[in-house]
């Protein structure tokens, strides 16, 4: 459709990203974590429990790599932050549909930062009865973590204190559909 608008159609080729990891890399890295998962829960009751929104990309390409029978589900949370910083207050914005209880569950991040978002979370799923809850985050920047006890079983990549973008993470919304892991070099232009 003509709009009129001047759209630029290659965004993929934003020259304010500077591409952190290839579709290739992170297709690679996501395939161990389902086997190593594959392995860990032979025999157990498996629900992955994805934190929507970033999560969706990781979470159904790692899904596709496990190779059990197992369920998932989706969680919605807003994190509040003190401009920039995160209070570690959590509003569920979207809750699972279907009890834990029993199940062994992971839950399914982008990425984590200062923690105190999945540090909520994981308190909150921690009185629902789950047999066992672990984390799996696609990339884990442990250089701001405010929690330092938080313990992440499966991570994709540990990166530096950067700001990324792609493979469902966002900046305003943006970006979450790059097939790629991409730093922005220029948060005002990008
Ligand atoms: P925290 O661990 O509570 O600080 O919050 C982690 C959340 O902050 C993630 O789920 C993302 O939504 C967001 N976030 C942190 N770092 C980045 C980044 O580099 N790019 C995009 N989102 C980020
Ligand atoms: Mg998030």
């Known amino acids: 459709m003509e709009t009129g608008i001047a759209m630029d159609h290659t965004e993929f080729k934003n020259p304010y990203l500077r591409t952190m990891f290839t579709e290739q890399q992170i297709a690679e890295r996501v395939e161990e974590l389902g086997k190593q998962i594959t392995a860990d829960y032979q025999g157990k009751r498996l629900v992955l429990v994805g934190v929507l929104k970033g999560s969706c990309v990781f979470m159904a390409d790692l899904m596709r790599h496990i190779d059990l029978p197992m369920e998932i589900d989706f969680m919605a949370v807003a994190s509040y932050k003190d401009g920039t910083v995160s209070t570690g207050d959590v509003e569920i914005l979207k809750d699972l549909t279907k009890p834990i209880r ?6 399914v991040e982008d990425i984590i930062d200062t923690g105190l ?27 701001p973590r405010i929690n330092k006890e938080l313990k992440v079983d499966y991570c994709g990549f540990e990166i530096p204190n950067e700001f990324v973008v792609g493979y469902g993470l966002d900046v305003a919304g943006r970006f979450r559909n790059l097939p790629f892991i991409g730093v922005v070099t220029d948060p005002e232009k990008v």
């Open 102 to 107: 029993d199940k062994n569950v992971i839950v």
């Open 117 to 143: 978002t999945l540090t909520r979370l994981v308190d909150i799923l921690g009185t629902r009865g789950a047999k066992s809850i672990k984390l799996a985050t696609f990339l884990d920047k442990p250089e």
